[in-house]
């Protein structure tokens, strides 16, 4: 499938919208070019029937032409706007949900990119960019065609056809000169782009380094490279400015040298007898009123290159997919357990193993504490074991079956794993603990609460269940946060649970209270605990020092 | 923050993006003489169209076509090519302002150093002002500012040769000028009014794709996509019905332009028409020829197109306003008097000396350090403890210089003017780990002295979590490296400089008890052997132990030395 199989396909659905503002648009811009053209034939003509030149002329049909198409353009301009937006605002919502059903599909590992901010404003920045393709790619080129039609259409009713030919030339010379400014163009923008991204990266270590750099007397050169490079950059954004500014202009002044030729073959035609006085002023206005249209041939050809280039990368996302998107489906043949690793060993490469080979089968009444100082792989192993990291070595088993072939949603339900961070949603304290069982009573919630020493708090505030987490949580403190997703996992009744010390930043106390009270729930199934605080969990569970 | 005060002393954004355009303003001088010029070239050509029309139906053996025509395209290649120069200044003048203002934002943070840095925004917050907040002025000063030049100008100039030509179609153009912006305000401020009372709602459905996003490995843990993703769509329908009732009102602001100006050259044209007819002996209607009422008809346009690209300018000034209002806090100098350096202490035997120094931000009522008087002496392990807020951190700055006290006098010995600074996060620079040992130092440093220093910062170059060596990359903040390893590879680094002088806030914070441990009896084996000065602020035990000496600062006094 090509870039503009895919682009056709994602606005298939919403052609009705698109094809009304499409021609709204034409409307809008052949009832400009008649206003202007029939006001040149009327005056015209008037001034003939005054001079005593014309015999007869009905001045009042005309002047109703002109009223109308005054009217009618600014009727067809506000619904063009109006459906174009509407069709921008439906493509977004259905863009939106390709692009997230695709990076649903992504692989736990891959995921962690998506934190990067520039990903983030890049895949907003594209979707932003192809939802307005049928607006302002799209709607200027078609309306340009059909108001190029019309126009040849009148001027080949009413004059000798070079008339219709030399409109013909102007539209070829003006799509030329659009393509060429496009393309020089986008060549620049891409390397802005890059640019921008590498300025990025210098100022963040400039502004975040700024003791470091101080410390060891580096301020003023990195300053001087940070002058330099700003020096540079707005050299290149000014002569991208600068083509745009020229490419704009020199299609006007194409259209405007086109009317002038337009006037001299008019009135040559007029002096030969081939056409009357009106239609000739009539030939030269609808020339000068195709400015509109033709002028936003530039833009619309830059665009359509950055369009293709957002639709590429977009698409890329499609290729990270590793599953098809969870369906929720009960799988057929899903054996009983239990999770077991025999001679596993985890690392981020093969060749450089940080941990193993571990034999671990963790018994449901004896959680496994593992230990360690940081940077030994506890970390790692929490995710081997949850199937979101490739194991380098060894077998990772649930029941006689490789956990790593699972399908993700199949071992979902198996595992329940509890990273060091969770990013809760922005939306209410119970929809982030109805996540995924939607069907939970308030009940449930508030006893899981109160097991992580969260309902006191919020009894103590006055707060309900519907309290609002806020963005990253931001209305919680960092250890409140965890406890609610410490919270949303004991309400997952899954037959392995992998806890990634979460009980850090707590007092020792509170450690306890919540350690009591959760215990029979850990003890319930096979628990794997990562802490750096060993001493403090039961002395009877069994202990693995990284 | 210092901008929340009720009487900071900062400009109105208005007037500071005026003062910011003060010293460039000879471009702007230029864009509006070469607008200006283009009016001119504009009506000369009108004319010569109008002029070449009246002649060859009225008097054809006296129109030379070919001349006219050829004046024509010259007045056409003068307008294009001054209004590309016009649009040209303005870019230039929005280029100077944007470079001088990314120059003082370097410049600010430099002058005021990282303690004060902080204190106004985080080092992102920072870069995305530098790049794309100061981009935001782009529109208000290449195309705004010219724009309230261009719009009395150019209508000014076609007005006046349209009175000459006929009254009374200047006065039907004047009546419809200043009816536009009037209406345009009314229908501005109902959808202002619209957007506001909905704004909350908007932006949270705005932000809800990108926050869903963010959560998703969490939304699949949950095995909850699905739900989801419908879940996005229903906030985008949404998010679309909102926007949607916001634009239908404010579309009706510029279909109020498009109708005035399209009813005025209709109407121009009808009165015009009528008036040659002869069906109007009214004022100087029976004096129009076609020469003027076509001259008239092809000015008729241009008079509202300035006009029209104004209205559409608007946003670029609400957008260059906001950003002047989060911008200009940050190039205001850090507030207070500041002592000057003072010198290098008396005695040789003494690194630093602080008499009677005294540190307040500006948005606080209390110092933050009162009176401080400690002497620290070379080769001296010293830990200043303390309960948080107490002032370690301030007082660590102080010693770096990256604060300057309101009173009292600090000399740091001359030889300790570069020292090694770990902080809280070690801030490691994008690119190879090797890039990153190097800035420690001026030489060359070999690849041989790099696995020596990592070694004895406790993480040997073989180490499985530098699977590169020293070619592993550290990406933008950090990435792929843990707190431990980042602090490590700092002290590495600080091995490498060579400084006598080390200053460290809270090294070990974030790190956990064992490599706490580590690190710290590496850090002091190596001040031990190398006669190193180090000052440490820590509110563990674990520095207190091993420190030479004590100091304990409470509301920001020194309380006991021990």
């Known amino acids: 499938m090509t870039d503009r199989e895919y682009l056709q396909r994602l606005f298939a659905s919403r052609l009705g919208w698109s094809l009304l503002a499409w021609l709204l648009l034409a409307v809008t811009w052949v009832s400009g070019i008649v206003l202007l053209a029939l006001s040149g034939w009327f005056i015209t003509a008037t001034a003939l029937a005054g001079a005593g030149m014309l015999a007869t002329l009905d001045i009042y049909s005309p002047s109703g032409g002109i009223r109308a198409a005054a009217v009618l353009r600014t009727v067809a301009r506000y619904f063009e706007r109006v459906t174009g937006h509407e069709a921008v605002l439906r493509i977004l919502a259905d863009l939106r949900a390709t692009t997230f059903r695709q990076l649903a599909r992504w692989p736990a590992r891959s995921l962690a990119s998506l934190r990067s901010g520039d990903l983030q404003a890049r895949l907003t920045s594209d979707i932003d960019t192809l939802d307005a393709i049928p607006l302002r790619v799209v709607g200027p080129m078609v309306g340009a065609l059909l108001a190029l039609v019309s126009a040849v259409a009148i001027a080949l009713w009413l004059a000798p056809p070079q008339a219709a030919l030399l409109l013909l030339v102007a539209a070829a010379i003006t799509l030329i000169t659009a393509a060429i400014a496009a393309t020089a163009g986008q060549r620049r923008g891409r390397r802005l782009v890059r640019e921008e991204s590498n300025e990025r990266v210098a100022l963040l270590d400039y502004f975040g380094g700024l003791p470091e750099l101080t410390a060891f007397g580096r301020l003023e050169e990195h300053r001087a490279a940070l002058a330099r490079r700003a020096r540079e950059g707005a050299a290149r954004r000014l002569t991208q400015e600068r083509a745009g500014v020229l490419g704009e202009q020199g299609v006007q002044l194409v259209v405007m040298l086109t009317t002038l030729a337009m006037l001299g073959y008019a009135l040559h035609a007029y002096a030969e007898g081939l056409i009357s006085g009106p239609v000739a002023v009539l030939l030269t206005l609808m020339t000068l009123g195709l400015n509109e249209a033709l002028g936003s041939l530039p833009g619309a050809w830059w665009r359509l290159g950055e369009s293709l280039e957002a639709a590429r990368r977009l698409r890329e996302t499609e290729a990270g997919a590793e599953a098809p998107e969870p369906a929720g489906a009960e799988p057929v043949d899903l054996p009983p357990g239990p999770l077991e690793a025999r001679g596993l060993s985890v690392g981020f490469r093969a060749d450089r193993p940080l941990a193993g080979p571990l034999d671990i089968r963790p018994e449901p009444g004896y959680p496994l504490v593992v230990h360690g100082i940081s940077g030994r792989g506890k970390t790692a192993l929490l995710e081997t074991l949850a199937g979101e990291l490739t194991p380098t070595g060894g077998e990772l088993l649930w029941g006689e079956r490789d956990l790593t072939t699972l399908d993700p949603d199949t071992r979902h339900r198996v595992i329940g794993y509890l990273p060091q961070r969770v990013r809760l949603l922005d939306d209410s304290l119970a929809a982030n603990l109805r996540l995924g069982q939607p069907e939970l009573s308030a009940d449930r919630l508030w006893a899981v609460l109160d097991q992580v020493r969260i309902a006191p708090l919020l009894q103590r505030m006055g707060y309900s269940l519907d309290y609002p987490l806020g963005e990253d949580a931001g209305n919680l403190s960092g250890g409140q946060a965890r406890r609610v997703a410490l919270a949303w996992l004991l309400l997952q009744d899954r037959p392995v649970a992998l806890l990634d010390e979460p009980f850090a930043g707590l007092d020792e106390a509170t450690e306890a209270a919540i350690l009591e009270r959760i215990g029979p729930w850990l003890e319930a199934r096979q628990t794997v605990i990562v802490t750096h605080a060993p001493r403090r969990m039961p002395a009877h569970w069994p202990r693995l020092a990284l | ?562």
Request: net charge negative; hydrophobic share 50%.
């Open chain 2, 1 to 562: 923050m210092p901008t929340d005060a009720p009487d900071s002393g900062l400009p109105r954004p208005g007037p500071w993006l005026q003062a910011r355009m003060r010293p460039h303003r000879h471009w702007l001088l230029g864009a509006t003489a070469a607008g200006l010029g283009a009016t001119l070239a504009t009506v000369a050509l009108a004319g010569l169209i109008a002029w070449a029309v009246h002649m060859a139906l009225f008097a054809p053996e006296r129109l030379p076509l070919g001349m006219v025509l050829a004046g024509a395209a010259v007045a056409a290649v003068l307008r294009y090519a001054l209004q590309a120069l016009r649009d040209g200044a303005g870019h230039r003048l929005a280029d100077a302002v944007k470079r001088e203002l990314r120059e003082e934002l370097l410049d600010a943070a430099r002058r005021d150093g990282p303690v004060h840095l902080a204190h106004r925004a985080p080092s992102g917050a920072w870069v995305d002002h530098y790049l794309r907040r100061v981009e935001d002025l782009t529109g208000h000063y290449a195309r705004y500012l010219p724009g309230t030049r261009m719009v009395i100008l150019t209508p000014l100039v076609l007005l006046l040769t349209v009175a000459w030509l006929d009254w009374l179609a200047a006065g039907l153009l004047l009546l419809s000028a200043p009816l536009i912006p009037a209406f345009m305000a009314l229908v501005g401020m109902g959808a202002e009014q619209i957007h506001r009372s909905q704004q909350d709602e908007e932006n949270r459905l705005a932000g809800h794709f990108l926050d869903r996003l963010r959560s998703l490995d969490f939304l699949r843990r949950a095995r909850a996509t699905q739900a989801a993703r419908e879940a996005v769509v229903a906030a985008s329908d949404e998010h679309r019905r909102l926007t949607m009732r916001v634009l239908q009102v404010a579309f009706l602001s510029s279909a109020i332009m498009e109708f005035f100006s399209a009813v005025a050259i209709g109407l121009l044209a009808i009165y015009i028409g009528f008036g040659l007819f002869g069906a109007i002996d009214y004022g100087p209607a029976g004096s129009l020829t076609l020469f003027t009422g076509l001259f008239i008809l092809v000015l008729a346009p241009e008079y509202f197109l300035p006009l029209r690209q104004f209205a559409q300018s608007y946003h670029d000034r609400a957008a260059a306003l906001a950003a002047a209002e989060s911008l200009a806090p940050l190039l205001q100098p850090a507030g207070g008097p500041a002592s000057a350096p003072a010198g290098a202490p008396d005695s040789p035997r003494t690194a630093i000396h602080l008499a009677g120094v005294q540190v307040q931000y500006p948005d606080t009522a209390q110092p933050t350090l009162h009176d401080i008087d400690l002497q620290i002496g070379r080769g001296e392990h010293l830990a200043v403890t303390g309960p948080s807020g107490s002032g370690k951190s301030t007082l660590l700055a102080l010693l770096a210089g990256f604060l300057r006290p309101a009173g009292g006098e600090i000399r740091v010995a001359d030889d300790l003017q570069r020292f090694v600074w770990l902080g809280q996060d070690a801030h490691l620079f994008h690119g190879s780990l090797r890039d990153n040992l190097q800035l420690a130092s001026a030489e060359p440093v070999s690849d041989a002295a790099m696995h020596d220093a990592l070694a004895r910062a406790g993480l040997p170059v073989d180490d499985p979590q530098l699977p590169d060596g020293l070619d592993t990359a550290i990406g933008e903040g950090n990435t792929g490296i843990s707190g431990g390893q980042a602090q490590r590879i700092a002290m590495a680094r600080g091995i490498l400089a060579r400084h006598p002088l080390w200053l460290l806030d809270e090294p070990t914070s974030a790190l956990d008890e064992a490599t706490e441990a580590a690190l710290l009896d590496t850090l002091f084996a190596l001040a031990a052997e190398h006669d190193i000065t180090l000052v440490i602020a820590a509110h563990r035990e674990a520095v207190r132990e091993r420190a030479s000496r004590v100091v304990r600062l409470a509301e920001g006094r020194v309380e006991s030395l021990a």
